[in-house]
């Protein structure tokens, strides 16, 4: 049964650091790997999409590496700042023929400080 | 605007009292899930769906129905409700297998307290 992990659970960094969030999983047959950015008491919105032919994808200033022989992804945040506060999912999906279901680590809580 | 709609998105019920909360979607999607949310678990599949008519249970279907009489419609039925279903809910969709890279939308969540 996969298994998502993500470490930390919360993290609170000053304006302007960069950071690392990172996520781990279990079953390497993964169809693909999605991260997704949570603000309290709100919907799920996908930040990024790797599949597993991919390395690493981008997208202003994150950017999401994914080494499926070891499961693992990092999500990179650079120059953060206040409004990157949030909760940060990663979610796996299994090989087709697997089902249609993601499965979610329990998330890394962001602050970011003034 | 492509997106995923949930209806309400907060409702207080109590104990036994049957419900239903829709999900649709305007992006001619073939998959459709539901998950639940809930503090120190994360996100669950109760029940999700490859197309009309085919439907399958996820990992805590129990207590809950689903069905999916048209494509873009995917609701969630709680026949007798307990507190142990108060939670946040979420419907998701996304393309089939000949969409690609099957990427999840997500609804905005259905804040559900069962008393």
């Known amino acids: 049964k996969q298994e998502v992990t993500q470490i930390p659970a919360a993290l609170s960094v000053p304006e302007g650091e960069n950071l690392v969030l990172n996520c781990s999983f279990t079953?390497?047959?993964?169809?693909?790997l999605q991260w997704f950015r949570q603000d309290p008491g709100k919907g799920l919105t996908s930040l990024l999409l790797?599949?597993?032919?991919?390395r690493e994808q981008t997208s202003g200033r994150l950017n999401a590496s994914l080494d499926k022989s070891s499961g693992r992804s990092t999500l990179y945040i650079a120059a953060s700042q206040p409004g990157d506060s949030a909760t940060y999912l990663c979610?796996?999906?299994?090989?087709?023929?697997?089902?249609?279901?993601?499965?979610f680590g329990t998330g890394t809580q962001l602050k970011v400080e003034l | 605007e492509a997106q995923v709609t949930q209806n309400p998105r907060y409702l207080i019920t109590v104990t036994g009292k049957k419900l239903t909360v829709t999900c649709s979607q305007n992006?001619?999607?073939?998959?459709m899930s539901w998950y639940r949310q809930d503090p120190g678990l994360g996100l669950r599949q109760i029940y999700y769906?490859?197309?009309?008519?085919?439907?399958d249970k996820g990992d805590v279907p129990e207590g809950y129905k689903v069905s999916r009489k048209e494509k873009r419609n995917f609701p969630l039925i709680l026949e007798s409700p307990s507190p142990n279903q108060t939670s946040l809910y979420f419907c998701?969709?996304?393309?089939?297998?000949?969409?690609?890279?099957?990427?999840?939308?997500f609804g905005p969540g259905t804040r559900l307290t069962v008393t």
């Open positions: 979610a796996v999906r299994p090989l087709p023929g697997g089902g249609n279901k993601l499965t």
């Open positions: 079953d390497s047959a993964i169809y693909n």
């Open positions: 769906s490859m197309n009309v008519e085919v439907t």
């Open positions: 790797i599949q597993s032919s991919q």
């Open positions: 992006m001619n999607h073939e998959y």
């Open positions: 998701a969709s996304s393309l089939g297998p000949h969409g690609g890279i099957y990427e999840q939308y």
